[in-house]
């Protein structure tokens, strides 16, 4: 009597496979070129594969700039948040996400353009709202690490925390301004710890008391 034979899982993982290194080349190719101008048969022609292939993979544009978007903020969360729960306090845990945060990116230089050119398209599709909730919970978690410092008194009370986190990304994304701009992204790595002591300088002032 023949044996069940188990299904062959292998087209399954070629598919995942096919997809993976298709969202990898996308982020490769933001960092030579504007993604706006990012066509599916560069692309396709990046990975080896035809059109037709590549389509077999994603319907559309539409949504292999989705699964990009989220792969990009898998990734980015994933990666600099562990870094920060790698601290107990909060100040420690602030500088190593921004290390890790702009590491990142050095080692990704395509994704400041891939993000901003979402954010910057009229309409709200599915790829501009995985960036957009990215943001929104990378600077949630900002907040909270400042809030948490205050509690332990390793960040000066009464500091505008809000504030503060809109400075600490503004920061990042200056510094990775700055490196598009000379055309030494792998640089930033060395200049960030300088950048991130002197946003530290800011909430380790204690404010002056107005009654003294």
């Given at each position: 009597m023949a044996t069940a034979r188990t299904p062959d899982k292998r087209p399954y993982q070629s598919t995942e496979l096919r997809q993976s290194a298709t969202i990898e080349a996308v982020v490769q190719l933001c960092a030579e070129q504007d993604p706006a101008t990012l066509t599916t048969a560069r692309i396709a022609d990046e990975v080896g594969l035809s059109q037709g292939a590549l389509f077999k993979h994603f319907p559309n544009k539409n949504r292999l700039w989705e699964s990009v978007a989220g792969w990009v903020s898998g990734q980015l969360t994933s990666q600099v948040f562990r870094e920060a729960d790698r601290h107990e306090q909060a100040d420690q845990s602030l500088e190593a996400m921004f290390l890790a945060h702009v590491g990142f990116i050095s080692r990704h230089p395509g994704i400041p353009r891939l993000m901003l050119g979402e954010l910057q398209k009229p309409s709200n599709g599915?790829?501009?709202?995985?960036?957009?909730q990215t943001l929104v919970r990378y600077r949630k978690k900002v907040v909270g690490l400042l809030q948490l410092g205050i509690e332990q008194g390793h960040i000066a009370a009464g500091?505008?925390?809000e504030a503060a986190a809109v400075l600490y990304l503004g920061a990042?994304?200056?510094l990775v301004v700055q490196g598009m701009v000379s055309g030494e992204m792998?640089?930033?790595e060395q200049t960030a710890p300088r950048i991130f002591k002197l946003y530290a300088a800011s909430f380790?002032?204690?404010?002056?008391d107005p009654k003294k």
């Open positions: 599915p790829a501009k709202t995985i960036v957009r500091i505008d925390t990042i994304q200056g792998a640089t930033l380790q002032e204690i404010p002056n």
